[in-house]
């Protein structure tokens, strides 16, 4: 390794600060969950689909440790694109840059360490040095699901405290637009007329900080589709795994893409595409591991029980669907699903002779959630009642502008329910 393949990623060796172009003045709310633990002992890992800000939450947490610090004793390194691992680039950091080893360090040295997963065998690596040298303070981010926890927690346990960076909630994205939720929150009602619109956008492709301001949907749709979709389908996933059919990803990631909340049904699917169910399967664990989808499974009493029987899928985020479907009329009803199954954390629906979009436990008791379709709605909520006598807690309809009470259930805007009732709530 050359010092130059280290200057690249550390002008602050030189400048004293992070690139302007590298930061955002935004602070999402995991980065005040992490900075609880900067001074603590524990490897800080960052995980999440591509372009959430997972580099810029690192540069902005760089950007204040060099107020307080050398530096020099600031290192990061993405593994990206650059084929190193991991002692490579510690030894070279030790010798070229820091001109001693992290032994003869007095102070603390902080290493910043982008999609980690590229390196083979990073667990047992990072492990060692965090073991050898304590006044080393770990951050490490990845973009793939199974690898990053099971790995992790197997081989860094007790060592190791994990962050999921989701995509923008709802919040995030109106005060990234410069409007004052709290202030939103005291009265909502009067905000309707400027939420709609606002709300419109966050669905299509809004979930993504570098688009959170953007206008133009053409533009939007193509950098989705490059880079995430394409990005994780062709270069991601067959560095991962062993994929001799990249096309059936994109074939299935699309199919998604026009019906997110699918049931399951990997007979059916081989069928269409012509593909042995076992293949098909497997691509959907890629898909699931490139952190592009998830399931929600049927309800059935116990967590077990519902792993057993039948499953929905989603998109990770229903900007993906946007991709792929400019027919906003056709595809508004399964975005609208898609975004209270992502943005709630869905687990389970319910389906019995009826469907319940989405079940969740509390305790012993239930909280049942339909989407859109308020008339056929009410008939189904009225059964899952009856179904689970005296333990339904609460039932709501999340509709797209509607509002009220119809037999005892709420319906409520999909972009008020996000607000109070979203996943940082």
Do not use: C
Request: proline share 4%; hydrophobic share 40%; aromatic share 14%.
């Amino acid at each position: 390794m050359q010092i130059e393949d280290l200057e690249r990623f550390n002008p602050w060796w030189k400048t004293g600060h992070v690139k302007k172009g590298w930061l955002r003045e935004y602070r999402r709310k995991t980065y005040f969950d992490i900075a609880k633990y900067l001074d603590r002992r524990q490897i800080i890992l960052i995980w999440g689909l591509r372009r959430v800000g997972k580099s810029t939450l690192m540069f902005q947490i760089i950007s204040d440790l060099l107020k307080k610090t050398i530096p020099k004793n600031v290192l990061y390194f993405s593994f990206d694109e650059i084929a190193f691992d991991l002692k490579d680039v510690l030894e070279s950091y030790q010798k070229l840059i820091l001109n001693r080893t992290f032994d003869e360090m007095r102070e603390p040295v902080y290493v910043f360490l982008d999609e980690i997963q590229k390196i083979p065998d990073w667990e047992n690596g990072l492990k060692t040095y965090y073991d050898l040298y304590p006044n080393i303070k770990f951050f490490a981010s990845g973009s793939a699901s199974v690898s990053l926890r099971k790995n992790s927690r197997e081989s860094l346990a007790g060592r190791i405290l994990d962050f999921l960076l989701k995509p923008l909630s709802f919040e995030e994205f109106l005060e990234m637009n410069g409007r004052d939720v709290k202030k939103i929150k005291e009265d909502p009602d009067i905000w309707k007329r400027e939420m709609l619109p606002l709300f419109h956008r966050y669905l299509k492709y809004g979930m993504f900080p570098e688009l959170a301001n953007e206008d133009d949907e053409e533009f939007a749709r193509k950098y989705i589709l490059n880079n995430i979709i394409e990005r994780i389908i062709y270069k991601d996933l067959p560095e991962e795994f062993e994929i001799k059919d990249v096309e059936l990803l994109k074939n299935l990631i699309y199919l998604l893409g026009k019906n997110p909340g699918m049931i399951v049904n990997y007979r059916e699917i081989s069928k269409n595409l012509g593909k042995d169910q076992r293949t098909i399967a497997n691509y959907f664990e890629y898909l699931e591991f490139g952190l592009l989808i998830r399931f929600v499974f049927n309800y059935r009493g116990s967590p077990m029980a519902s792993l057993r029987k039948l499953k929905k899928v989603y998109l990770s985020t229903p900007n993906i669907a946007f991709a792929f479907d400019q027919d906003m009329n056709r595809v508004l009803p399964f975005l609208l699903e898609n975004i209270i199954a992502s943005e709630t954390d869905a687990k389970f629906f319910y389906r019995n002779g009826f469907e319940i979009d989405f079940v969740y436990p509390e305790n012993n008791e239930l909280i049942a959630i339909e989407v859109k379709k308020i008339e056929k709605d009410i008939k189904q909520i009225k059964k899952f009642k009856e179904e689970f006598k005296g333990r339904v807690k609460k039932t709501m309809i999340i509709d797209i502008e509607k509002e009220g009470t119809v037999e005892d259930v709420e319906i409520i805007p999909a972009w008020k329910f996000l607000l109070f009732f979203g996943k940082n709530k």
